[in-house]
Antibody, heavy 116, light 107 residues
Framework: EVQLQESGPGLVKPSQSLSLTCSVTGYSITSNYWGWIRKFPGNKMEWMGY???????SYNPSLKSRISITRDTSKNQFFLQLNSVTTEDTATYYC??????????WGQGASVTVSS | DIQMTQSPSFLSASVGDRVTINCKASQNINKYLNWYQQKLGEAPKRLIY???NLQTGIPSRFSGSGSGTDYTLTISSLQPEDFATYFCLQHNSFPNTFGAGTKLELK
């Protein structure tokens, strides 16, 4: 059974970069697609982007200049970096796997607050 | 971006009730619509994918229907463990977009 676990700092200062790790067990990230989604206070959700089995990426155009998703296949982890954060990036960040039916398995989420 | 309008935002119901939750897309999403359940502090759980395909392990009291722009999640007979938040996701077009969620509460 695949399991995903987000990790990273819970507090980031404005203008700095947010960096999160998704550690995957039970399934290789060299298969399928692996994405990041966030849920804002107030419960609005936003699809941020994904990295594919081959390492190609796709990003939400609203974030395209600030986001990077990378991976380390030797550790079976993938990563989110979001640059130049503001308080509006305060959210719970989820990583997830996509099968043919899309976003079938999710992590529990990592809460990130942007504040000075 | 495709806008997903989910209704209702809140729903009070009793064990045994039949409930429906709706998502309306701002344009045709060709049945690429998933439903998820989320409980506080837990990972979202996929219930239904591509409108009407029941995820393995999900009870058959959950079902989905719809086409074009209008989609429905039905729970045929609520069980105590079903009180949670439900949301829809369209994956027909990038960027994929979500409904705002429905909080299902015990009446």
């Amino acid at each position: 059974e695949v399991q995903l676990q987000e990790s990273g700092p819970g507090l980031v200062k404005p203008s700095q970069s947010l960096s999160l790790t998704c550690s995957v067990t039970g399934y290789s990230i060299t298969s399928n697609y692996w994405g990041w989604i966030r849920k804002f206070p107030g419960n609005k959700m936003e699809w941020m982007g994904y990295i594919s089995y081959s390492g190609s990426t796709s990003y939400n155009p609203s974030l395209k200049s600030r986001i990077s998703i990378t991976r380390d296949t030797s550790k079976n982890q993938f990563f989110l970096q979001l640059n130049s954060v503001t308080t509006e990036d305060t959210a719970t960040y989820y990583c997830a796997r996509s099968d043919g039916g899309y976003l079938d398995a999710w992590g529990q989420g990592a809460s990130v607050t942007v504040s000075s | 971006d495709i806008q997903m309008t989910q209704s209702p935002s809140f729903l009070s119901a009793s064990v045994g009730d039949r409930v429906t939750i709706n998502c309306k897309a701002s344009q045709n999403i060709n049945k690429y619509l998933n439903w998820y359940q989320q409980k506080l502090g837990e990972a979202p759980k996929r219930l239904i994918y591509n409108t009407n395909n029941l995820q393995t392990g999900i009870p058959s009291r959950f079902s989905g229907s719809g086409s074009g722009t209008d989609y429905t999640l039905t729970i045929s007979s609520l069980q105590p463990e079903d009180f949670a938040t439900y949301f829809c996701l369209q994956h027909n077009s990038f960027p994929n977009t979500f409904g705002a969620g429905t909080k299902l509460e015990l009446k």
